[in-house]
């Protein structure tokens, strides 16, 4: 099982062989559709003109990882904010976990430190981090025990309310749905109060 989502082929295929690009479409995923967020760790490689690597980008230059976060068509909707949010979560991968993705998850005792470890990357919340511990957990095989239960809601098997239940087109369909019922639902809270 593997992320499917209606991107650019080669976009798919680096996201399944790169952990860091996985990792970084979750960074980026936020104000823009799932789609944007995780094609841009492929338009980035483009970039740069190889594979991406997290010392590299932790230690590259600020500006210059701007004008590439920047260049049309930009990265992401806030070029600025998310190129110093890459660069800060691969500063942690650097400082943390040697530089590689996978050691984020790979010896995590159990989904409760995973999702800890998670939520302790730079712009990781409650909500995000579970969601990444399930697209691991159901597309990648990242299974500690009590992954599911760690993953909250996101993490049950019937769910589609996330990219990590994105396997075709028809549970695109349906995660598009919940998100605006659930975006309908807190307006309707709000306008309540």
């Known amino acids: ?9 080669e976009a798919n295929r680096l996201l399944e062989r790169s952990p ?5 479409g979750m960074v980026l995923d936020q104000q823009v559709p799932m789609e944007k967020a995780f094609s841009s760790p ?3 490689a483009q970039r740069l003109g190889r594979d991406l690597d997290a010392r590299e980008l932790a230690d590259h230059d600020p500006e210059t990882l701007l004008a590439l976060f920047a260049q049309p068509p930009a990265l992401h909707r806030f070029p600025k904010a998310m190129a110093a949010r890459v ?3 691969c500063r942690v991968l ?3 976990y040697d ?3 996978t050691r984020l998850w790979s010896d995590a005792a159990d989904g409760r430190e995973l999702l800890r470890r998670i939520g302790d ?3 990781f919340g409650k909500q995000k981090s579970q969601i990444f511990l399930a697209l691991l957990g159901k597309r990648f095989g990242v299974t500690p025990e009590g992954w599911r239960e760690a993953a909250g809601g996101y993490g049950d098997p019937d769910a589609h309310r996330s990219v990590a239940d994105v396997t075709d087109a028809d549970s695109l369909r349906q995660v598009r749905e919940y998100k605006q019922q659930m975006k309908a639902a807190a307006k309707a809270k709000t306008a309540g109060a």
Do not use: F
């Open 1 to 9: 099982m593997t992320l499917a989502l209606p991107i650019d082929p």
């Open 87 to 89: 660069q800060e979560v």
């Open 94 to 96: 650097v400082d943390r």
């Open 42 to 44: 492929y338009v980035l």
């Open 20 to 24: 860091l690009a996985l990792l970084l």
């Open 99 to 101: 530089g590689e993705a």
């Open 121 to 123: 990357l730079p712009g």
